[in-house]
């Protein structure tokens, strides 16, 4: 067990080295450089060298690369280009912000897509399953963006105004002290993901429903609610956890989508202008973040998995 | 209706409203003339502009008080609140409100208000050396006068040739070595080179006026609005400058400028009331916020252009009849139809249309296909095929470029589109582009004339350097004398429009939209939104 887990940590490092030099590469082969997408139409060639100067722009491309490998090492994430300030104070806040909102979702997402999804197999083929299997596909089919634009409409902007229309959050204030404004977008992330652990937990479960040791465990004359909750879904739930890592996964970067729509101050809005800037410290320190969090969630679902399976909590011995 | 339909009209009375100010004001600008005709001498419901019968209706009483948060498209992380490097719509707004230059146009582009000066004038009747008078007392937000001191500093750090501002490319011809202070309240502004309209380059809001050891980290100018905090790409919080020179305003105690990414949030935002104004309202969008009775919409007729740009030394185009084909090609209403939805007016590939020298008298160009295919075969260029590069860099700048292909096809010529992403299209490769786009801002004729259409200008995309045009610029700029000058100025315009590089299809709307519950927002021909971002004169009716 602890060797699989270090021999996947090292494994999960090597990757976000990996990531770092492709998006190092990435970035070099867009076109223009910091000072030119800051400067924009204002590019005179007398304020296009000065500010190329003041960025370090002029030194060679491994050299900018190593020198911020050697900062990352150090726990130095380097000097915004756009902004000049430290890149662990510019992404700070906006990562406990968008940690929060993913942390939320998540939360209510993951437990409620299993409760859904045992019900609809307990109910299989009765109304309920075809009511909740047509709703949960007809939201699956839907981008974010127009979940998120929706519910803006029915209550904020047109239909009711209870809940803010985005998420004015101020600069240098939590997302957990203004509860309000994330009720919108967290409650989008939520009907985008449930459709999919939900479904998934579904055909997992009608799959152990029909096996040989819950008939059994039936008449053996065992409680329903015991048949369903100690036998059956700890064996149907492997699915779900892989689906619901993946879906984690991709909230920390599919998040982009739903700030965007809502205004949001995370790192999906801080990404998408970071590029536009060329502002490569930046970029670089979110796409380690995020994909740090791919491997980190990756390897908790592998951990659980083999925690709820005996067969492979045995195998390594 | 659609709006190009009556355009003309209106672009008229306008056009009439400017020429008459500028015979009131013109060259010899001061400030006792221009405060009467603003009537911003201490008078606090009147607005700063008197114009604009079109604009909406602001109901004289605007009670004080009250906060105003403005939704505002285009900030980042690159945002700044430097008063000499804007660059991006929310730096621009937040220098209209925090700083102010020496003199500015007001949202009507009428004759220029004087702002920290009182009066700018030419010395001994020739534009080669200009005296400032400063307002007396006016402040800075740390209670400091202005002093000669500070303009003089401010212009040194515009200038500074190590690490130039915006402004640089405005004013780079004053002769800097010789400023001479006359006064504490007074100083000499030598040129490098004659210049009568020497008020409009330096009368930008990118040079404005701020105290000697200015810190963008605190920053400080004479603007109605203090500085508070300021978050880039987030938001900016300012409050009243009490001591504000114009008696009674701002109305509102407080501003907040909250930045938007996305088109959809920002127009939430004010559906849901979390903000109370928002630039750039898009033109999908102008029906919803017209039906909504809370809400207003504010439509400019600007003077903000956006060229295609053909440059005159590269071949195809450096056949002139080429030119003048490609210029035809366009049916101009058409476009304005399906690229602005009718929110905008036709043009005739001239610029500065609020300059009392724009020629009127000149044809209105319209599509005309067969003699655009005779001008292609008589340059030898039949069935042409260009590449036109285009970027976003301005809305509907890309779906100009696809209706202009297709409108080609007409006269034979095959468009290819090279679309780019804004960073490329100002890349190394910019200025550089054979046939592309661009965009500009309302200007008067020479201003624009130096920003775009010299040799020696920062942006000169056509590569223009007619001969005779630059001879009756030259001439033009030392001219006082603004008839004669105008008449000068006709004949540059003339060559342009027979023989430029420019195809300016049109002219088109600033769409704004904000509460009912405010009042004071006007038209802004400048093109700058929400009423040049004036929210001094903005404030709550009820």
Request: one cysteine or more.
């Amino acid at each position: 067990m602890s060797r699989f887990l270090l021999r996947r940590i090292l494994l999960g490092l090597l990757t976000l080295l990996l990531v770092s030099i492709v998006v190092f590469a990435a970035t070099q082969a867009l076109p223009g450089n910091a000072a030119r997408a800051i400067l924009g139409r204002n590019a005179t060639p007398a304020r296009l060298a000065a500010l190329t100067l003041q960025l370090h722009l002029n030194r060679s491309v491994p050299s900018q690369y190593f020198h911020w490998l050697g900062g990352l090492v150090t726990g130095n994430l380097g000097t915004s280009a756009a902004t000049q300030q430290p890149v662990s104070q510019l992404i700070s806040g906006r990562i406990a912000n968008s940690a929060f909102l993913v942390f939320v979702s998540a939360i209510i997402a993951i437990p409620l897509s299993i409760a859904l999804g045992v019900l609809m197999a307990v109910r299989r083929d009765r109304p309920t399953d075809h009511i909740l299997s047509t709703t949960s596909l007809a939201l699956a089919s839907l981008p974010d963006f127009v979940i998120g634009i929706g519910l803006a409409l029915l209550f904020a902007t047109n239909v009711t105004h209870i809940l803010p229309a985005v998420s004015l959050i101020p600069p240098g204030e939590h997302a957990w002290n203004v509860p309000k404004e994330v009720i919108l977008p967290a409650a989008t992330l939520i009907i985008a993901v449930t459709p999919y652990i939900s479904r998934i937990m579904r055909a997992s479960m009608v799959e152990v429903l029909e096996s040989d040791y819950v008939t059994m465990a039936r008449l053996k004359g065992l409680p329903n609610r015991t048949v369903i909750w100690r036998h059956a879904v700890p064996n149907a739930i492997v699915p779900a956890i892989q689906v619901s890592a993946l879906q984690l996964a991709y909230m920390a970067g599919g998040v982009v989508l739903v700030e965007y729509v809502f205004s949001f101050p995370g790192v999906g809005a801080q990404l998408v202008d970071s590029v536009g800037n060329r502002d490569i410290p930046v970029v670089q320190a979110l796409a380690i973040i995020i994909a740090a969090v791919y491997v980190v969630v990756n390897l908790a679902a592998d951990l659980l998995t083999i925690v709820v399976t005996p067969r492979l909590r045995t195998a390594g011995r | 209706m659609t709006d190009y339909e009556f355009s003309e009209q209106r672009d008229g009375l306008t056009r009439r409203q400017v020429l008459h100010g500028a015979l009131t004001g013109g060259a010899m600008l001061t400030a006792g003339g221009l405060l009467a005709a603003c009537g911003s001498s201490g008078s606090s419901s009147a607005s700063a502009s008197s114009s604009a019968g079109s604009s909406p209706a602001s109901t004289g009483a605007l009670k004080s008080g009250g906060s105003l948060s403005v939704g505002a498209t285009g900030g980042g992380a690159k945002d700044t609140i430097d008063a000499h490097l804007p660059t991006a719509d929310t730096d621009i707004m937040r220098c209209w409100n925090l700083y102010e230059p020496l003199a500015v146009r007001p949202p009507s582009f009428g004759p220029l208000e004087m702002m920290v000066a009182e009066s700018i004038e030419a010395e001994h009747g020739k534009a080669d050396s200009w005296v400032v008078k400063l307002r007396p007392g006016i402040e800075f937000h740390n209670g400091k006068t202005v002093t000669a001191d500070d303009v003089i500093f401010s212009l040194q750090r515009i200038l500074d040739p190590k690490d130039p501002k915006v402004g640089a490319a405005s004013i780079g011809y004053v002769d800097i070595k010789n400023v001479k202070k006359l006064s504490a309240s007074s100083l000499r502004l030598p040129l490098k080179f004659a210049n009568a309209t020497f008020l409009d380059d330096i009368g930008q809001y990118f040079n404005a006026i701020v105290p000697v050891g200015y810190d963008p980290a605190k920053p400080v100018g004479t603007g109605a609005f203090m500085y508070e905090s300021f978050t880039p790409g987030q938001q900016s919080v300012f409050k009243k400058f009490p001591n504000y020179w114009q008696t009674g305003k701002p109305y509102v105690d407080s501003l907040t400028i909250i930045d938007f990414t996305d088109d959809t949030a920002r127009v939430n935002a004010l559906l849901g009331g979390q903000v109370q104004a928002i630039d750039n309202l898009p033109t999908g969008q102008i029906s919803q916020i017209q039906g909504n009775s809370a809400l207003k919409v504010l439509i400019s007729h600007t003077g903000q252009w956006q060229p295609f740009t053909m440059r005159v030394d590269q071949a195809p185009f450096s056949d002139v009849r080429v030119r003048q084909a490609m210029r035809l090609i366009v049916n101009r209403p058409q476009m304005v139809e399906q690229v602005l939805s009718g929110q905008g007016r036709i043009a005739n590939d001239m610029y500065a249309p609020f300059d009392p020298a724009y020629d009127t008298a000149l044809p209105q160009r319209v599509q005309d296909l067969e003699q655009a295919k005779s001008l292609l075969k008589q340059a030898g260029h039949a069935g042409l095929t260009v590449q036109l590069t285009t970027a976003p860099v301005f809305q509907g700048v890309v779906q100009a470029a696809e209706v202009f292909a297709q409108q080609a096809t007409g006269a034979g010529v095959t468009v290819n589109l090279q679309k780019l992403d804004t960073g490329t299209f100002y890349g190394p490769n910019y200025l550089k582009w054979t046939f592309a786009q661009d965009f500009w801002a309302t200007r008067e004729y020479l201003p624009q004339v130096a920003q775009g259409s010299l040799p020696t200008s920062p942006f000169n995309e056509t590569h223009w350097a007619d001969p005779t045009f630059l001879k009756l610029i030259a001439q033009a700029r030392a001219t006082l004398d603004e008839t004669q000058r105008d008449d000068i100025l006709r004949q540059a315009e003339t060559i342009e429009y027979n023989s430029g590089g420019y195809i300016i299809p049109y002219f088109s709307n600033q769409i704004d939209a904000y509460s009912g519950k405010l009042g004071g927002f006007v038209e802004a021909k400048s093109g700058f939104p929400l009423g040049n971002y004036w929210f001094k004169n903005v404030g709550y009716t009820a």
